[in-house]
């Protein structure tokens, strides 16, 4: 229709008309395109939905979710992620401000630095860990461990360091290295759900952000005390 609009054919943007239902009726052109008159065959290629396949139980299967060791352990790996997450994105503006000495306007534009850095640590290593999966050199498992814990680790090392520090400036690359190098453990912990259950990831992914979000209540109110 588009292609005959913009050739100028006047009678292109009349409407096709549509079953009581709302869906578009078979056509003469639909049946030669497919090469076939059956209605109920050109329903499955012009439309997924009637396809004539077998129901598929989609229902979320909560007993094997519940019962799954991996995806608590996945539920605790984003619990404690969220939690530094939470803290750090609180108080760092309060970190620059009252421990660093910064006014507040360049508290403000400083402390976005290490978040722009996990930003962009995060695309590549979601990049990272694909490239690594599809090369086959160690499994899915191997990669999802060591991603989470490399990032973990190494966000938690950087961070005590910059309580050890004596200059702003090594205090903000510090505090930079830790948040985004924490970014790292995304190839390890949100990359992970559609592995446990491919087909139910969605419901896995709301009872741990449910339970991870709880950090952003709790962390703040710990470091504030």
């Not at 439309?47 to 004539?52: K, S």
């Not at 290490?114 to 694909?130: E, F, H, K, N, R």
């Not at 090369?135 to 090392?157: C, D, E, P, Q, Y």
Request: no cysteine; glycine share 10%; hydrophobic share 45%.
């Amino acid at each position: 229709i588009m292609q005959a609009i913009a050739a100028g054919d006047p009678n292109a943007a009349r409407a096709r008309p549509v079953n009581d239902d709302g869906t578009a009726p078979l056509m003469a052109a639909d049946k030669g395109k497919h090469g076939n008159d059956d209605e109920a065959e050109l329903l499955g290629v012009i439309d997924p939905l009637h396809a004539g396949a077998d129901p598929v139980d989609d229902s979320v299967p909560w007993p094997s979710i519940l019962r799954s060791r991996a995806a608590w352990a996945l539920v605790m790996a984003h619990t404690v992620y969220n939690t530094g997450f939470y803290a750090l994105l609180t108080f760092t503006p309060s970190f620059f401000n009252d421990v660093l000495d910064y006014d507040v306007k360049h508290a403000g534009v400083t402390s976005v630095i290490p978040y722009m850095a996990q930003t962009i640590v995060s695309w590549l290593t979601g990049y990272a860990a694909d490239r690594v999966r599809k090369s086959g050199i160690v499994s899915t498992t191997v990669v999802r461990k060591s991603f989470a814990t490399f990032g973990l680790l190494m966000g938690a090392g950087f961070l005590v360091a910059t309580g050890y520090v004596r200059t702003n400036t090594a205090a903000v690359v510090m505090l930079t290295l830790a948040v985004s190098l924490a970014g790292v453990a995304q190839g390890g912990i949100h990359s992970n759900f559609p592995d446990l259950f491919p087909n139910h990831a969605g419901p896995l992914m709301g009872i741990s952000n449910t339970l991870a979000t709880v950090p952003g209540i709790v962390a703040p109110s710990l470091v504030g005390y």
